[in-house]
């Protein structure tokens, strides 16, 4: 295995694969150039605090409020939105915050009852809605594909999960839309020494939307079939759960909850998140290696 043309093999028993999906760049005109990727989440944790600054700028100058466009109606685009409308509000900053979600509409792939709960809290919250497409971006504004214009000073796309070029240039076995096609027991269906979960890969007869809420629960399994190959032993079939529970953040410390076609919402289900997430992130920040310097300082 080689990493890059110019690198030397790397020698291997077997590969395991869970790099995630990435963001096609060229998906719109100009999304490269003039908009800020959610994925990688990095890119926009490095970029957020210049952006944020540059609204501050915007309202000490006397300007009207500086106007924030989020490309994409997933649960990602939703939560992004909501969450810089609400930072925006405590920090007394005035920002007008537009949501992009695409012609399918809000949250295509979930059911109508939490699709009506966050379209009534949008406004709420500071956030105004747009269905169309995003047609070309430019560095102040957003082309839509009914023809309108909108002005954007700062634009962030969240418009979902693409599969990188990679696996196919390396002659892996794909998917149509070109995620690595693997079997009920995670193993590549061309290559049986490479294995793949998650968001770059799909089960070929199990297909499921590429989420988050899908792609952890495939990490144990996919663990526990590495180590049975390793051993010699066959690997366990593994059926990935038909329907996921989604808690959409919506802002002030509420949020929405969605599973199969059920919908609630409240400040308690926000704790229920808050408490998911942080125990989450706690399982494996406990097996990072310490910082060089302690949090206090930075």
Known sequence: MRLHEASEPLPFDVISIATGPVMNLDAIPGLREHAIALRPIESLIRAWPRLFAQLVALAEAGEDAGTVTVLGGGAGGVELAFAIAHRARIAC??????LVTGKPGLLPTLGE????????????RGVRLIEDDAAEITRHTVLLADGGEIASDVTIAAIGAAAADWPREAGLAVDERGFIAVDDRLQS???????AAGDCASIVGHPRPKSGVYAVRAGPPLARNLMR??????PRRYRPQRVALYLISTGPQHAVASWDGL???GRWVWRWKDRIDRRFVARYAAHEPAPATSPAQG
Request: aromatic content about 6%; overall charge positive.
């Open 93 to 98: 900053v005035p920002a007008r915050v537009q």
């Open 113 to 124: 009852g939490v699709r009506r709960r966050i379209a009534r809290l949008a406004p709420a």
């Open 189 to 195: 269906i061309s290559h049986p020494f490479v294995f």
């Open 229 to 234: 190959h390793l051993a010699g032993k066959r």
């Open 263 to 265: 919908s609630t919402e």
